[in-house]
Structures are given as structure tokens and as C-alpha cells.
């Protein structure tokens, strides 16, 4: 009660100075029921009732008040992806490292500044939860002076009034992968059985969707060259999907294939979900959406048939737009796309398949003009459901290409570098991100933002404010996918990746070496990068970081089963500026 009226008289105050920034309280309520989702009744997170969560649409600048209350049998805690928490490391939602966890039936108040604009989501982080439906989009309006890339695109005025109203109007576009068991389920099943679980059972746009079951000589015939090298004599499963024991000509670990669940790898079992219609007004020229992925294991590509898709923004941030006609996501990564509207009135298909490579997984939606159709024949797809190109024009976006708009570069000066090794221990879902296995339990443990020796220091590495730091992923065997890793707070460089192993001390050393290797004038920025896949040996992926927000920030992989495995690391920024922690957020609750 008392949080309460404290929430009011800010907003009064707020008000009062609207021009500046306001505040905007976000109360969301969970709880967990059955839903049908993809055609298959389970247990879903709800937000507000919800399914994905509701929007969260704010000014650049403005105070964000967004209150937890956990009405499901189950702790909980929120995390605001992207959002650098500049100044507010106890609002960044990692149980065990920024927060405890919130109780059922109790509440917590996040309160963070929102510094940068563009495309973000908030999501569960707590155990596998992601994988239960809490997530929805946020969207920061970037103040008027923020400089717009759209004339990279084109210099017409008519154009470019219309990108510009096209981007005040954007709109999220979420994808997911979806699985029939619920992430407990899931996670039991690996710990009893041994095994990784890779597959999904649907995509979803904007939570729609459904399950298709492949005909067998379908399969057969659409299984790439690379699932072919790993199968050997096998076929993919009824789901498509490579079987659990693939990895065991590979590695020697303990397994129990009893223990495995249907769905898990197979026991494909079609079922009917609605399907996502994207209305969009062809006298607008253009329409923006923020491509985002929620996915838990899988990679999508999405294309829309017979269109173009400039991309103008990655993880937030502006880029020199790319025109494109298919693009990959890593999980969790948000691109943000503008589609010119130049076609006859008519439904055009939306398709995301999988870019992943254990597994075949399409999904549909559609982009349906406004008015009297003029297009009376299905539309014609770039892409095909083994994430090929379907025509010889198909354009996929080239990750390379990707240049920040403004420029924006890293120092050439770096105070420290970590090497971390991602690798399997002891189990197929056991993992690291440096020398040992973060393990779940250790979210249940005295945060680290109160207490830094709170978790072993083998689990955590530390950084001064105010210096830049090197990460090298360093990808020790084959037979893994590509790992989006997520740095919480501020975004990273990509600054280089190769095959085989970093052997040198810096990148300095590795640049004098292989000079090749690495971008230093137009590196990518952003809050999640994909490790490159070990096709025939390791593989490394070099990021460079200033620290300007002291606090305890998790790294980890975004693909949910490898995180809940270990595949994390808790950094300590900037331990010698370490902030004063608001007394209302040392007590469990927050307030
Ligand atoms: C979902 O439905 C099943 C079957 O009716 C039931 O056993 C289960 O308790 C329900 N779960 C929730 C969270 O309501
Ligand atoms: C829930 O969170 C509380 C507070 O951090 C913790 O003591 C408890 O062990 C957690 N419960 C579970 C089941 O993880
Ligand atoms: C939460 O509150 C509901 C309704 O008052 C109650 O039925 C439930 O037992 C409570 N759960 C816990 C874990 O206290
Ligand atoms: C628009 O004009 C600017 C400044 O002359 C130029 O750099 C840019 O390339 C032009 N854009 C297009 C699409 O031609
Ligand atoms: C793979 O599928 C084909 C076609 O159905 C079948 O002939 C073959 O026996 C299958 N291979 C295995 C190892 O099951
Ligand atoms: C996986 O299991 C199938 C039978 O279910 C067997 O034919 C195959 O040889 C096994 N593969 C490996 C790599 O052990
Ligand atoms: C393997 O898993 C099954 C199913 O959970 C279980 O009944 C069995 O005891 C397990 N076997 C071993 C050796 O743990
Ligand atoms: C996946 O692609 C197949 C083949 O084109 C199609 O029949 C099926 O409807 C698609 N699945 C979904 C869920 O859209
Ligand atoms: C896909 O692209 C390749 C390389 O450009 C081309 O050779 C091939 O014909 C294309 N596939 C189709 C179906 O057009
Ligand atoms: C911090 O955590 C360590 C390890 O659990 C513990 O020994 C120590 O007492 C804690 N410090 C405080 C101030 O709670
Ligand atoms: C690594 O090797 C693969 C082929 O195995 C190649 O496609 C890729 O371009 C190489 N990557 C780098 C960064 O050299
Ligand atoms: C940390 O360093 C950044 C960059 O120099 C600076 O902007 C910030 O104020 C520093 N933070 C603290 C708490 O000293
Ligand atoms: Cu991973």
C-alpha cells in the first residue's frame, strides 16, 4: 500500500514535467493455467491473462516502473533484454546475481531509465521459464533527435515520410519455437535420461500456430547434407528432428534412453492453432516490424514471399539498412525491418523455417493488404522449409554486411581478456562458458550485486570501470550449434571469429597474425552474437566491451536448455565504482 502511493505521487510529479521524460508504471500479473497453444493443451505462463505478454511502448528517456506479481506456484524474476540498467543493476532480474527470486504470491517493482531506443523484450529468467510463455515485446520510441538511417534507403520526401511514419507505428513481430512439455518437464528428462534436448514442436508468430507432421518420404528427401553427416545410416525422426542418440559416435557420455519423453525427439503428433494474419495498408508505402526471436533451442529464418526487407536496426540500434529477402535470427536477437508495400492487394505467406541444423520446422503466417484483393494465386516463396533458397535471386542478409549507423568503433586499447571455453562436462546437457558449469542451483544462492563471493570464483570474472575487456568464446569440440551468447547490460563489439583455436594471449597478437580474421573499423554491435558452428574442429568468436555500468551482470547462451546446463558466467563490472544498493532492494521482496 504504502509502494503504492509512492507510485502515485511520482506520476503526479512526473506529469508535471511530461515533455522531459515521463514515468510509466507496468503492472503485469502471472499465473499459470492450461492454454492450447499450437493446438496442444499444457500449462502456459500467462502475462495479464495473455499470451505472448502485452507490449510495453515508452519514450527514450522515460522511467519505466514495471511491477512483478507472481501469482503462479513458482518463484519467479523478469529480465529486460537489452536494457543496459544503466545505474539500476538491481532492476536487471537475475535471480542470484541481481535479485532473489520473487516468491509465489509476493511482487517485486523493477525501476529502470529508458537511455536507448529500438526493439527489446522481457522475459522469465528463472530456471527454464522462458519456455513457458512469459515474454512480450518492448518497444522504445527514439527521441526526435536521434539520427534515422532511412535515407540510405531513399532520399524522396514522400518516401522517406512514409519509413518515418512507418517506424512511429512499428510493430513486434515475435517468433518463437514452442514445445509440447513444459521446461520442468523438459529438464527433468534431461537430468534423468543424459541428453540435450534440441527439438522443438512448433514456431509460433505472435503466439499462433501449429504442429505439422512431415510425411516420411518428405523428410527423407529435404535432410541436408549436414544432417546427412551426422545421422549417418538414420533418418531424422517423425519430427524431423535428428534422434537422441546421434552424439554418441562422438562423445562417450552416460544416457538412458528410457528416461526420454515422447515429443522430446519423436512421437510427431499434428495438431491446429490459429494462424498469425499481419495487416498492413498499401497507400503507406511501408510498414516496420521488430522481427524478434523468443526461441528456447531453435534458429529461424524468416521471408516474406514476394517482398523486400530493408533492415534498419539490430538489437536496437540503427545499422546502414540492408535490403534482404530472407534473414536468420539467433535467439533472442531483435531485427527490424522495413517492408515496402509495392505489391497487387493480396495475402502473401510470412514463412519461418528452421536455420537450425538438427532439425526440419517451418511455420506460416500471413501479410494481408488492406482492401479488394488483386492477387487471386498463392504467392510464390523465396526460401524453402530446409532454409535453401527457392528462387536464383534469393537474397539472405550477409551478417558480415552489417555496418552501425552512426559509426560507432571500440578502442584499440584493452585492459583485459578472458578466454572461456564452451564445452560439453560430463553429461550431452551439461555445459561451460569458462572453466565450470554454472549450475541452476546457484540462482537459489545470495546474490551477487550483495555478496561478490556469494558462488564460487571459478564461475565469475571481474572488470574495472571504465576499461575495455575482451571475450573470447573459444568452441572446444564439434557437434554443437551456434550459441547466441548474451552479455546482460551494454551491447559488444563483434570484432572477429574463426575456425580452430585462439592460441594467442590478445587480440592484438591474433590480429598481427591473422589480420583476416577480424573487423576493428566497422565491427557489429549488439547484445547477443552466435559463436560460429564447429563443423569440422573448434571454432572462436572474439567480443570487446567497455565498462560503464558497474553491477553483477550474467553472460550466458540464449539457448535455454544450455543455459539452465551451466553455459553462463556471472561478471562483476566495474567492482572498484560497485554501487550503493537501494534499501528496498536488499530485502527479498524489493520493497
Ligand atoms: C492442466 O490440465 C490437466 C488435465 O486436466 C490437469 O491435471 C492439470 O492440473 C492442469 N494444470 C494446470 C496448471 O491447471
Ligand atoms: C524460491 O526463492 C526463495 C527466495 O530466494 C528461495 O529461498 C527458495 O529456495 C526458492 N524456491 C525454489 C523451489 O527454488
Ligand atoms: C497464493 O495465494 C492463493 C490465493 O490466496 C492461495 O490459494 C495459494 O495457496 C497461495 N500460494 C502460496 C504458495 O502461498
Ligand atoms: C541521399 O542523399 C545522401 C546525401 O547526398 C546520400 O549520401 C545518399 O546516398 C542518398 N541516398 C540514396 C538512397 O541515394
Ligand atoms: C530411412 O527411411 C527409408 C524410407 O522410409 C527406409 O527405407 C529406411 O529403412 C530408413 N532407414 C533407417 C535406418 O531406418
Ligand atoms: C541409435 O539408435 C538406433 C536404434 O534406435 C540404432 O539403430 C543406431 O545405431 C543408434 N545410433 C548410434 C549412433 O548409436
Ligand atoms: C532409466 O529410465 C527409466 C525411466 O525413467 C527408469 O525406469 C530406469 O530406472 C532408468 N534406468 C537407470 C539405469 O537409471
Ligand atoms: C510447413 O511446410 C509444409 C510444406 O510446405 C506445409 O505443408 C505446412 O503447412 C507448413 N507448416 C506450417 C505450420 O505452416
Ligand atoms: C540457389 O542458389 C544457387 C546459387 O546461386 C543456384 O545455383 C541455385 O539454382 C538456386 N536454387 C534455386 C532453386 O533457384
Ligand atoms: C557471502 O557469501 C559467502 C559464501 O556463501 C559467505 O561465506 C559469506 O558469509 C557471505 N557474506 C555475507 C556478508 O553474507
Ligand atoms: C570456417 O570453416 C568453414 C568451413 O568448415 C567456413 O565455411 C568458414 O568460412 C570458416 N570461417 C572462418 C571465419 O574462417
Ligand atoms: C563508469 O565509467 C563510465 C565510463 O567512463 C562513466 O560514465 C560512469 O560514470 C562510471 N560509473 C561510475 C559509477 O563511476
Ligand atoms: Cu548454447
Redesign the pocket.
Known amino acids: 500500500m504504502k509502494f503504492l502511493l509512492e507510485i502515485r505521487s511520482i506520476w503526479i510529479l512526473c506529469l508535471a514535467q511530461w515533455a522531459s521524460a515521463a514515468t510509466v508504471f507496468f503492472p503485469i500479473t502471472l499465473t499459470w493455467s492450461n492454454r492450447t497453444v499450437a493446438g496442444v493443451t499444457r500449462p502456459v505462463i500467462s502475462v495479464n491473462g495473455q499470451f505472448p505478454g502485452p507490449p510495453l511502448n515508452i519514450n527514450q528517456g522515460d522511467n519505466v516502473q514495471f511491477l512483478v506479481n507472481n501469482r503462479c506456484p513458482f518463484n519467479t524474476t523478469v529480465h529486460f533484454h537489452g536494457i543496459e540498467q544503466i545505474g539500476t543493476p538491481w532492476s536487471d532480474g537475475v535471480p542470484g546475481v541481481s535479485q532473489r527470486s520473487i516468491l509465489p504470491n509476493s511482487s517485486f517493482l523493477y525501476r529502470w531509465t529508458a537511455n536507448d531506443y529500438g526493439a527489446y523484450w522481457y522475459h522469465a529468467h528463472h530456471r527454464g521459464s522462458l519456455e513457458d510463455g512469459l515474454f512480450g515485446p518492448i518497444y522504445i520510441r527514439p527521441a526526435p533527435s536521434v539520427q534515422r538511417p532511412f535515407s540510405l534507403i531513399s532520399n524522396g520526401t514522400s518516401q522517406l515520410n512514409a519509413m518515418l511514419a512507418a517506424e512511429r507505428s512499428t510493430r513486434p513481430v515475435l517468433i518463437s519455437d514452442w514445445r509440447s512439455l513444459t521446461s520442468e518437464q523438459i529438464w527433468a528428462a534431461e537430468v534423468a535420461s543424459g541428453v540435450d534436448s534440441w527439438c522443438a514442436n512448433?514456431?509460433l508468430v505472435n503466439g499462433k500456430?501449429?504442429v505439422?507432421c512431415?510425411p516420411r518420404d518428405q523428410i527423407n528427401a529435404l535432410t541436408t547434407p549436414a544432417q546427412r553427416a551426422v545421422l549417418g545410416t538414420q533418418n531424422l525422426t517423425d519430427m524431423a528432428c535428428w534422434p537422441a542418440n546421434v552424439t554418441d559416435a562422438t562423445f562417450n557420455f552416460p544416457h538412458n534412453y528410457s528416461a526420454v519423453l515422447p515429443t522430446m525427439f519423436e512421437g510427431c503428433v499434428p495438431s491446429q492453432g490459429p494462424q498469425e494474419v499481419l495487416t498492413v495498408n498499401g497507400s503507406q508505402q511501408f510498414v516496420s516490424w521488430d522481427l524478434t526471436s523468443t526461441s528456447g533451442v531453435i534458429q529461424m529464418t524468416v521471408s516474406i514471399d514476394e517482398h523486400v526487407m530493408w533492415v534498419y536496426a539490430i538489437d536496437g540500434r540503427y545499422i546502414q539498412p540492408r535490403q534482404v529477402n530472407a534473414l536468420t535470427i539467433p535467439n533472442s536477437n531483435r531485427y527490424s525491418v522495413l517492408i515496402p508495400l509495392t505489391q497487387p492487394r493480396g495475402d502473401y505467406t510470412v514463412r519461418v523455417v528452421s536455420a537450425s541444423v538438427q532439425q526440419l520446422l517451418?511455420?506460416?503466417a500471413i501479410m494481408r493488404y488492406q482492401g479488394i484483393p488483386q492477387l487471386n494465386r498463392p504467392s510464390n516463396p523465396w526460401i524453402t522449409?530446409n532454409n535453401q533458397n527457392a528462387t536464383a535471386n534469393t537474397v539472405f542478409l550477409n551478417e558480415s554486411s552489417v555496418v552501425p549507423f552512426p559509426a560507432l568503433v571500440p578502442s584499440n586499447n584493452v585492459d583485459q581478456t578472458f578466454i572461456l571455453h564452451v564445452s560439453r562436462v560430463g553429461n550431452s546437457y551439461r555445459w561451460t562458458l569458462g572453466n565450470s558449469s554454472y549450475g541452476l542451483e546457484l540462482e537459489e544462492s545470495q546474490p551477487l550485486l550483495f555478496n561478490q563471493t556469494a558462488i564460487p570464483s571459478d564461475l565469475i570474472i571481474r572488470t574495472r570501470n571504465n576499461t575495455w575487456v575482451d571475450l573470447i568464446i573459444q568452441v572446444d569440440s564439434i557437434l554443437q550449434p551456434a550459441h547466441p551468447i548474451h552479455k546482460h547490460s551494454n551491447k559488444h563489439f563483434i570484432i572477429g571469429q574463426g575456425n580452430g583455436t585462439f592460441t594467442w594471449n590478445t587480440v592484438a597478437e591474433a590480429v598481427q597474425a591473422s589480420p583476416g580474421n577480424f573487423n576493428l573499423l566497422t565491427p557489429q554491435y549488439r547484445d547477443t552474437s552466435n559463436t560460429p558452428i564447429p563443423i569440422t574442429g573448434p571454432t572462436w568468436l572474439a567480443l570487446r566491451y567497455h565498462v560503464v555500468n558497474p553491477g553483477a551482470f550474467l553472460m550466458h547462451c540464449h539457448i535455454q536448455v544450455h543455459q539452465s546446463g551451466g553455459m553462463a558466467l556471472a561478471m562483476l563490472d566495474g567492482v572498484d565504482a560497485w554501487p550503493t544498493i537501494p534499501p528496498n532492494y536488499l530485502i527479498d521482496s524489493g520493497f
Open positions: 512448433a514456431f500456430g501449429s505439422t512431415l517451418n511455420a506460416t522449409i
